[in-house]
C-alpha cells in the first residue's frame, strides 16, 4: 500500500475491519460470498501481524464464538 505513514496503519485497519464485518454479518455486503470474504480477511492476517495484535483480532475471529 502506499500511503504516508502516519495514514498508512489507519487505513489498513479499516480494510480489516471491513473484511472481518462482513464475515460476521453478511447482511453488510450480501452479494460478496463468505468464503472470500475470509479469504481477504486473512490475507491481510498474513500480511500486517501488527496491526492485528492492536486491534486485538486473530485468524480465527471470523468465527462465531460458541
Not at 489498513?12 to 473484511?19: C, L, M, S, T, Y
Not at 481477504?40 to 462465531?64: F, H, I, Q
Request: proline letters at 9%; hydrophobic letters at 40%.
Amino acid at each position: 500500500m502506499h500511503a504516508r505513514p502516519e495514514f498508512r496503519e489507519i487505513l489498513i485497519a479499516q480494510r480489516i475491519r471491513h473484511w472481518h464485518s462482513i464475515t460476521r454479518c453478511r447482511l453488510i455486503a450480501p452479494k460478496i460470498p463468505p468464503s472470500r470474504a475470509r479469504k481477504n480477511y486473512w490475507r491481510l492476517c498474513k500480511s500486517y501481524p501488527e496491526v492485528m495484535a492492536k486491534l486485538g483480532l486473530t485468524e480465527a475471529s471470523v468465527y462465531d464464538p460458541l
